[in-house]
């Protein structure tokens, strides 16, 4: 039998451990899934003859050091902050290892110590980064083995609530580390480039500055700009390209609305509140908003942001219980981001029999015999419930299939390395479309760029 450890079981680890399971009689395989509480390991076990569950702290080198010695491939599904020292370890004990996060500079520093052991450490192999990234390069690759030029890429991807479990103002649940969506875009402006030109978005203008998206039958999305686009153009071969844009995708008003949390200054991470432990909701809105002896917490909101009491962003507002002054935050020494998120997480964490769904989109424009023109990749994936969610199956598969693929020689390049090489990306996304992750393609008119950009 082969061992396999994954380290951290949870909401992204559903579809992987599934998938693992499935095949493990076939191709003799020993799950032992590590975490800091097994009950979640347990559940997703199922008392399952192939797999069992352990107690691991990552942060205790002797249990690490005995259950990676006894593997044959380390899967980390740990917050990226904490693969390293499992990445470290995989060097002394010469093990694969996988995981879905992006490459930092500490883990790309073990690369040519990977190669060296011909150990494979395959990153970035989840959704996003991970799908976009193949589905990418399958494309970009096609175009130039054509001899054509790369003109533009652009790249979407969202998380989001299926339409049958789409029940509140914002359209939106959290599908993933809820933490992540409420210090998104922060850590620097947005960059990319557009015909030729630079483009900085600060943090306090991204969710004001969005583009509208027609996604596949699947209805209009807007997306704002990630943090750092143009990284991606020596990654994939791009150094030459005249656009190059990656976002993230919402539904329409979603944007508008998250700004008003950004402008009053509660997606802060930066500093405590004192006696946050003991705060009420409305004591938290409170807060940013300047005194006054005689009005009220959403009088002094409504003036300072300009809502009107019949708009849309009001209601959104109210529906978030936001002044209730009997909840309380209960969190001690809190940021105001933690408090935030959890006034949201009292509205959208997902029920039991919720349904999420993952949107992708790319466009890729390129000249061919002297002719402009735009291919259109779109991809829609729906969860079943709270427990098999989209999130986790187009997460937990990449991760699952490059293992096995490791592990049985099929993929064998060594090295600290992303999902971008056709000996890589060809075999997982053939595999993947049996589960229902694949893109629908079209071509579309050359634009040059998306004429729907919000400037406001």
């Given at each position: 039998?082969?061992?396999?450890?994954?380290?951290?079981?949870?909401?992204?680890?559903?579809?992987?451990?599934?998938?693992?399971?499935?095949?493990?009689?076939?191709?003799?395989?020993?799950?032992?899934?590590?975490?800091?509480?097994?009950?979640?390991?347990?559940?997703?076990?199922?008392?399952?003859?192939?797999?069992?569950?352990?107690?691991?702290?990552?942060?205790?080198?002797?249990?690490?050091?005995?259950?990676?010695?006894?593997?044959?491939?380390?899967?980390?599904?740990?917050?990226?902050?904490?693969?390293?020292?499992?990445?470290?370890?995989?060097?002394?004990?010469?093990?694969?290892?996988?995981?879905?996060?992006?490459?930092?500079?500490?883990?790309?520093?073990?690369?040519?110590?990977?190669?060296?052991?011909?150990?494979?450490?395959?990153?970035?192999?989840?959704?996003?980064?991970?799908?976009?990234?193949?589905?990418?390069?399958?494309?970009?690759?096609?175009?130039?083995?054509?001899?054509?030029?790369?003109?533009?890429?652009?790249?979407?991807?969202?998380?989001?609530?299926?339409?049958?479990s789409d029940n509140n103002l914002w359209n939106y649940k959290f599908t993933w580390n809820p933490r992540n969506v409420v210090l998104a875009g922060q850590g620097g402006a947005a960059?990319?480039?557009?015909?030729?030109?630079?483009?900085?978005?600060?943090?306090?203008?991204?969710?004001?500055?969005?583009?509208?998206?027609?996604?596949?039958?699947?209805?209009?999305?807007?997306?704002?700009?990630?943090?750092?686009?143009?990284?991606?153009?020596?990654?994939?071969?791009?150094?030459?390209?005249?656009?190059?844009?990656?976002?993230?995708?919402?539904?329409?008003?979603?944007?508008?609305?998250?700004?008003?949390?950004?402008?009053?200054?509660?997606?802060?991470?930066?500093?405590?509140?004192?006696?946050?432990?003991?705060?009420?909701?409305?004591?938290?809105?409170?807060?940013?908003?300047?005194?006054?002896?005689?009005?009220?917490?959403?009088?002094?909101?409504?003036?300072?942001?300009?809502?009107?009491?019949?708009?849309?962003?009001?209601?959104?507002?109210?529906?978030?219980?936001?002044?209730?002054?009997?909840?309380?935050?209960?969190?001690?020494?809190?940021?105001?981001?933690?408090?935030?998120?959890?006034?949201?997480?009292?509205?959208?964490?997902?029920?039991?029999?919720?349904?999420?769904?993952?949107?992708?989109?790319?466009?890729?424009?390129?000249?061919?015999?002297?002719?402009?023109?735009?291919?259109?990749?779109?991809?829609?994936?729906?969860?079943?419930?709270?427990?098999?969610?989209?999130?986790?199956?187009?997460?937990?598969?990449?991760?699952?299939?490059?293992?096995?693929?490791?592990?049985?020689?099929?993929?064998?390049?060594?090295?600290?390395?992303?999902?971008?090489?056709?000996?890589?990306?060809?075999?997982?996304?053939?595999?993947?479309?049996?589960?229902?992750?694949?893109?629908?393609?079209?071509?579309?008119?050359?634009l040059g760029y998306n004429p729907n950009h919000v400037t406001g």
């Amino acid at each position: 039998m082969k061992n396999i450890l994954i380290i951290g079981a949870g909401k992204s680890s559903s579809y992987l451990i599934k998938y693992l399971l499935e095949k493990s009689n076939e191709e003799k395989l020993h799950l032992i899934i590590g975490d800091i509480s097994t009950s979640n390991a347990n559940k997703l076990i199922n008392n399952h003859k192939n797999a069992e569950s352990v107690v691991l702290d990552v942060f205790n080198a002797e249990q690490r050091h005995q259950f990676i010695k006894k593997a044959d491939m380390v899967i980390s599904m740990l917050p990226a902050r904490f693969h390293i020292e499992v990445a470290k370890d995989c060097i002394t004990y010469n093990k694969h290892m996988v995981t879905a996060s992006y490459i930092s500079k500490e883990m790309k520093e073990l690369d040519e110590a990977a190669k060296k052991k011909g150990l494979v450490f395959m990153n970035e192999i989840g959704v996003d980064p991970g799908i976009d990234h193949m589905s990418a390069m399958q494309v970009i690759d096609r175009i130039r083995e054509n001899d054509a030029k790369m003109l533009l890429f652009e790249s979407f991807t969202g998380g989001l609530v299926a339409p049958e479990s789409d029940n509140n103002l914002w359209n939106y649940k959290f599908t993933w580390n809820p933490r992540n969506v409420v210090l998104a875009g922060q850590g620097g402006a947005a960059m990319f480039i557009q015909e030729g030109t630079y483009k900085y978005i600060p943090y306090h203008k991204l969710f004001r500055r969005t583009e509208f998206l027609n996604i596949n039958g699947s209805g209009k999305f807007e997306a704002y700009a990630n943090r750092d686009s143009l990284k991606y153009r020596s990654i994939y071969g791009l150094d030459e390209i005249s656009t190059m844009y990656r976002g993230t995708i919402r539904k329409v008003g979603f944007s508008r609305a998250w700004n008003i949390f950004i402008q009053l200054g509660m997606t802060d991470d930066s500093y405590t509140i004192e006696d946050s432990e003991n705060m009420s909701y409305r004591d938290f809105v409170n807060l940013f908003l300047a005194y006054s002896p005689s009005d009220s917490v959403e009088l002094k909101l409504r003036s300072y942001l300009k809502i009107d009491q019949d708009d849309v962003m009001w209601e959104k507002l109210i529906e978030l219980d936001i002044f209730n002054p009997k909840k309380k935050i209960e969190l001690k020494n809190a940021t105001p981001a933690k408090m935030l998120q959890k006034i949201l997480e009292d509205s959208w964490t997902l029920q039991e029999d919720d349904k999420d769904m993952i949107v992708m989109q790319h466009l890729f424009g390129y000249e061919i015999n002297g002719k402009k023109r735009q291919i259109e990749s779109s991809l829609v994936v729906y969860g079943e419930n709270q427990t098999y969610t989209a999130m986790a199956k187009t997460v937990g598969l990449p991760v699952g299939i490059a293992a096995l693929k490791i592990l049985k020689g099929e993929i064998k390049t060594p090295g600290v390395q992303r999902p971008i090489t056709k000996e890589v990306y060809e075999p997982i996304l053939k595999e993947l479309e049996e589960y229902g992750i694949k893109f629908t393609e079209r071509e579309v008119p050359y634009l040059g760029y998306n004429p729907n950009h919000v400037t406001g």
